[in-house]
């Protein structure tokens, strides 16, 4: 939980925002067993606002991964 408050903290504070992204919701996935399935979105994409003015267009796709661990993050223009 620290390390998130953190993570805010420093994105609020350089005006940072995260872009999202378009397609899987989360980035990494894992099954255990046949009755728990746990989902995350792991990696982010962060830009400050003047990037963000600058490429209005940029937004960044998530890509299903099936045969990786992880789910790929490609931006897009």
């Known amino acids: ?4 408050m953190k ?3 420093v994105m609020e504070t350089y005006s940072l ?3 999202g992204s378009k397609g899987q919701k989360y980035t990494w996935h894992i099954h255990i067993y046949v009755v728990m399935h746990i989902a995350e979105r792991l ?3 962060i830009v400050n606002c003047d990037w963000r ?3 209005p267009e940029v937004f960044v ?7 990786l661990l992880r789910d790929a993050l490609v931006p897009e223009v």
Do not use: I, N, P, Y
């Open 17 to 19: 925002m995260d872009l």
């Open 53 to 55: 003015m600058q490429f």
């Open 7 to 9: 993570s805010k903290e």
């Open 61 to 67: 796709e998530t890509l299903c991964g099936r045969q």
């Open 1 to 4: 939980m620290a390390r998130a």
């Open 43 to 45: 990696d982010r994409v």
